[in-house]
C-alpha cells in the first residue's frame, strides 16, 4: 500500500538486544528497584541524590550500548515511507537514544530521554550526557538544586499526548513493538486505534496485556521481526 501513514510504539523490548535491561522482566529494572524511590517526584523530593545516581547509572551505560537491527530497520521504514509519500510516526516510551542513533529523524520520546535535563523551576530543557547530582544548577534561570533528568515519572502527564492522538487519527495502521502494555496512556493507545477503525500489529516476544485488542500478533525477537515486517511493508 503506498502513501502509507504508520503510528509505532515502542518499549524496552526494542532495546532489550542492545543491552539494556526491560522493566518487569525477572531481573529486570523494576524487580531490582523500588518504582516510588526512582521514578516518582515524591521520591525526586525526598532522596535527589539516590535518584541521581539511578539515572546516572542509565546515562552512563548509553555509552556501551548500539542500536541494534530493529533500531535501523525502523529508520529504513521512516525514510522509505517518507519517499513514497506516506509517513511514519514513532512514539516510543524508551528513555534511551537509540532510535536517533540508529538513523530515525523524528522520535516522539512520550516519557522523556535521559540525555536531557529538566529545570524544575523555570521548566528550561538542555541536552545534559554527564552524571548530574543536586548541585547542578539550570542553564537558563541558574536556580541550583531543582534540575532532574528529563524523565516523565509516575503521576506524571506524558510528553506529546495531543499530537499522537492527532497522528493516530490520520493513520492506516498502529503497531506495537516490544511493550507489556502496562503502563497507561500508552497502553491504551491500540484501543483508540481500534476505535477509529485503525488496522492494529503487535510484534513483541510474548503476548501484551493488550494483546486482545490487536487484529494481529507476531511474537519473536524485535532484532529479526521488525526488519522482516518492514521488508514487507516497504517492499
Ligand atoms: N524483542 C521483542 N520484545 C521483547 C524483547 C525482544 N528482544 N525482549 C523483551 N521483549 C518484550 C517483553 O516480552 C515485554 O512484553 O518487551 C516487553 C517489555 O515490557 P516492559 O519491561 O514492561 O517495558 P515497557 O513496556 O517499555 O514499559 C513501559 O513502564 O516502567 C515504565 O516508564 C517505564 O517506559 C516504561 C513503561
Known amino acids: 500500500m503506498k502513501s502509507q501513514k504508520i503510528v509505532i510504539l515502542t518499549g524496552a523490548g526494542v532495546s532489550a538486544e542492545s543491552g539494556i535491561d526491560t522493566f518487569r522482566a525477572a531481573g529486570g529494572l523494576w524487580e531490582n528497584h523500588r518504582v516510588e524511590d526512582v521514578a516518582t517526584p ?74 536531557s535535563m529538566l529545570c524544575g523551576t523555570c521548566e528550561h530543557r538542555w541536552e545534559h550526557l554527564e552524571d548530574a547530582s543536586p548541585n547542578l544548577s539550570c542553564r537558563k534561570c541558574y536556580v541550583t538544586g531543582t534540575s532532574r533528568p528529563d524523565i516523565v515519572w509516575f503521576g506524571e502527564m506524558p510528553y506529546a499526548m495531543h499530537v499522537i492522538e492527532e497522528r493516530l487519527a490520520a493513520c492506516d495502521l498502529f ?53 522482516q515486517w518492514v521488508d514487507e511493508v516497504l517492499s
Open 42 to 115: 515524591e521520591g525526586f523530593a525526598k532522596d535527589p541524590e539516590l535518584v541521581h545516581r539511578f539515572y546516572n547509572l542509565r546515562r552512563a551505560a548509553l555509552k556501551t550500548v548500539k542500536p541494534n537491527p530493529a533500531h535501523y530497520a525502523l529508520a529504513k521504514l521512516e525514510a522509505g515511507l517518507m519517499e513514497q509519500g506516506g509517513q511514519l510516526t514513532l512514539v516510543t516510551q524508551n528513555v534511551d537514544d537509540l532510535h536517533e542513533r540508529g538513523g530515525a529523524k523524528e522520535v516522539i520520546h512520550m516519557h522523556g530521554i535521559l540525555t
Open 175 to 227: 503497531v506495537s513493538i516490544g511493550t507489556s502494555g502496562a503502563v497507561y496512556p500508552a497502553a491504551g493507545f491500540v484501543q483508540l486505534a481500534r476505535s477509529m477503525g485503525k488496522a492494529t500489529l503487535e510484534l513483541n516476544l510474548e503476548r501484551s496485556q493488550g494483546s486482545n485488542f490487536f487484529d494481529e500478533t507476531r511474537l519473536g525477537p524485535a532484532g529479526t521481526l521488525v526488519p
